[in-house]
């Protein structure tokens, strides 16, 4: 019997990996272990509860004021005791946390094989974004198995000189959390009080826009709300007491910005298929939103997902307030423009992905 362990420990994390944990559940002829290193706690457990995820393994590893060091060192120490005694053919990894770092890291140095789940996403600026952009060209560099979300992921490693028979573009499994999560019949008291406005759905939470960028983006969206009575925003705010004060003290009194506490995944997918636009420095809503029709701009220099770019339904715009402030503008001013982003093809795949990923681990592995 194939014994396969997946190990993650961040809500985006959970979010793509539980579709193919419930994937492979479906399966005879497997042992399936799941192991989490509780990078994120509470925020980590709504994900698992609403998939019917119950773990094996538990690191609980979150500790407050936690550094990269403190993680880093962490996992490594806690997960080596959970390889050496499970003894897994293949580890499962995602994307680019430091939970997927450290694991890997522990499997490469046990002789263990990996696979690298969303494999082959890059910016080439290891630090934009930081850390995770060293984390996944690293892990590059180990993974036995690579299951990239696109072409030109898998490009990229082609390019680094991965052997082509490693790499399997299967999609993303984000979209395949989407067909479980975002119901027809959804309601929430926020949305009510969104009725009959625009809603823009705010997230913004990178370790490298903390600080003045941060204060631009806030101030950028705040002209939008005082320029424009029809629109409303929701700004589902990241845990950091940093990104809390910034947020506190740049939306302050404005009426039409509501600050709400973290989303669980079933809220967020609902919240997004009900915007008409959505504001993020982050990764994972560059994929979800496209297959919803919902524009995203990036409030970032540079993306790992330069897909959506290409297809439309992406646009980068930076962490300055004058030009995120202007393309903001341009899409509630010009319905043509803001139909080009809603009307493209989703670049990120059909919702199959976790099906694809297991059917190879059984089959070719």
């Known amino acids: 019997m194939k014994h396969i362990m997946l190990v993650f420990g961040t809500r985006p994390e959970a979010i793509k990996m539980c579709p193919i944990v419930n994937e492979l559940k479906k399966r005879n002829g497997v042992k399936v272990t ?67 770092f450290a694991a890997s890291l522990a499997c490469f140095y046990l002789n263990i094989k ?21 984390n996944r060209q690293a892990v ?17 490693l082609i390019k680094e000189g991965k052997d082509k028979d490693t790499i399997y573009v299967t999609g993303n499994t984000a979209i395949d959390a989407l067909k479980f999560t975002v119901r ?60 809390r004060e910034i947020a506190e003290s740049v939306f302050n009194g404005i009426d039409r ?3 709400i506490e973290p989303l669980d995944v079933i809220d967020f997918h609902n919240f997004m298929a009900r915007s008409y636009l959505i504001l993020t420095d982050s990764g994972g809503i560059q ?4 297959a919803l ?21 992406l646009k ?19 319905l043509a423009e803001y139909n080009k982003m809603n009307k493209a093809v989703n670049p990120y795949g059909d919702g199959t992905a976790s099906k694809k990923i297991v059917d190879f681990l059984l089959t070719e592995c």
């Open 257 to 259: 910005i509501h600050i």
């Open 114 to 134: 990996i696979g690298h789940v969303e494999a082959g996403l890059r910016t080439y600026n290891i630090y934009s974004p930081y850390p995770e952009e060293f």
């Open 287 to 290: 994929e979800e939103a496209p």
């Open 293 to 313: 029709g919902i524009p995203v701009l990036v409030m970032r220099d540079t993306t790992e997902r330069p897909e959506g770019v290409d297809a439309g339904t």
């Open 34 to 100: 799941v192991s989490v290193t509780g990078q994120h706690k509470e925020m980590l457990k709504q994900v698992l509860d609403i998939f019917h995820v119950l773990p094996e393994y538990n690191l609980d590893i979150m500790k407050e004021h936690q550094t990269l060091f403190d993680v880093t060192i962490s996992i490594l120490s806690k997960i080596k005791e959970v390889l050496i005694k499970e003894q897994p053919d293949i580890v499962l990894v995602h994307g680019d946390t430091t939970t997927t």
């Open 184 to 243: 027809v019949d959804y309601n929430h008291p926020e949305l009510q009080w969104c009725n009959n406005c625009r809603l823009i759905l705010i997230t913004a939470h990178r370790r490298e826009n903390i600080g003045k960028p941060m204060e631009g983006m806030f101030t950028a969206i705040r002209s939008i709300i005082e320029e424009y009575p029809d629109v409303k925003v929701i700004y589902p705010i990241h845990m950091n007491p940093v990104v």
């Open 316 to 334: 980068l715009v930076g962490i300055e307030k004058e030009n995120i402030y202007a393309n903001c503008k341009l899409l509630l001013d010009n």
């Open 140 to 156: 590059g560099i180990i993974a036995n198995y690579n299951f990239a979300p696109t072409i030109h992921a898998k490009a990229n």
